[in-house]
């Protein structure tokens, strides 16, 4: 039996492949969706202030690209998405046109990890963690729902190449501006808000019991640690590029002015790893990891990298019966064993 799709269920002809729902806070975001997806898809793209509405027209032209008009609806979800005016509205047509079409039309991006997704949406295959793949993954991934779904990504002309190309030199010289002298204050605040997700990270793991570390932060530093180890995070700020350096340690260090004393010598510096501000296409700000310059992570992805390294490092440091053929590894196992 030949299953159904899209096109079977739906009497009207489609006017777009994708059609995006979004905030009007997170119009940057639907913005570099839009210019990543329209290199071969018809996208339903409407930059406007949500909140005020024009009338009735405007009511019925916004729902039905959302209602019948749509291969793939993709709502761009934080809360109060479905609160506000406009987006009231988009989500009363998605809602029917999920019932009228199904549910593969749907396509929930998460933006953040704190906003849970209204409760008529299914939890399997119409959701996406943005917060973790960012937004060349996404692109992807909506292309990918759009061909299932019957759609085809059109080859690009020649015109459309220059309007990317255009597009990619603005991004690019935006880029720059974000890590020379002219970025220095972006870069402050992203790291502040940095070390505040790694605070809170850090409070959620001691609550859960299966760790326990201590955090502590100014404007220029984040030490995480417990009674063997400590990581530091470091905002560098040389005259020409602001950098974060992360540091692992055998052995806790001193924080807020305490003094150490060490068995064996003092504290040896394990590992180190540099990360440079960075800025996607939606112009968000966050931070690529130097040796790995094509993974963008933003600032909860790099929260989430930096409490996973120290988990590690201490699980290291408490695994002291290890299998260690290579001198390397017997290095790193005298190391640790001389942790106090």
Known sequence: MREWVLSDLNPM???????????????????????????????????????????????????????????????????????????????????????????????????????????????????????????EQAIGAIKIRVQENGGTVEPLTALKRAELAQRETRYQKERERLRSHEGVEIVRQNTSELFRAIERLGAEINASGTATIQVVSDAQQCHLRNSRVSLLVNLVEPHSQPTLVLSEFNKRLAMLGERLAYLNGGPVKL??????????????????????????????????????????????????????????????????????
């Open 13 to 135: 002809p489609l006017k777009y492949d994708v059609a995006i729902s979004f905030l009007s806070e997170d119009e940057p975001t639907a913005a570099a969706l839009n210019n990543g997806l329209s290199d071969g898809l018809q996208v339903f793209f409407y930059p406007r202030q949500q909140e005020t509405l024009a009338g009735t027209d405007g009511l019925v032209s916004m729902r039905t690209p959302f209602l019948d008009e749509s291969r793939l609806v993709v709502v761009l979800y934080r809360d109060p998405w479905g609160k506000t005016p406009w987006t009231r509205v988009e989500q009363t047509a998605i809602q029917e046109g999920c019932l009228r079409h199904g549910w593969q039309k749907l396509l929930f991006v998460m933006l953040d990890k704190t906003s849970d997704p209204p409760l008529w949406v299914p939890d399997t295959r119409v959701r996406f963690n943005y917060a973790a793949f960012g937004l």
């Open 271 to 340: 590992r180190e790893s540099t990360f440079l501000p960075d800025m996607n296409h939606a112009r968000e700000c966050g931070w690529i990891e130097r040796k790995q310059t094509a993974t963008f992570l933003s600032t909860d992805a790099l929260a989430d990298t930096v409490l996973s390294s120290f988990v590690d490092l201490a699980a290291k440091a408490d695994r002291v019966q290890l299998n260690t053929p290579a001198p390397s590894v017997r290095r790193t196992r005298a190391r640790f064993e001389t942790i106090i």
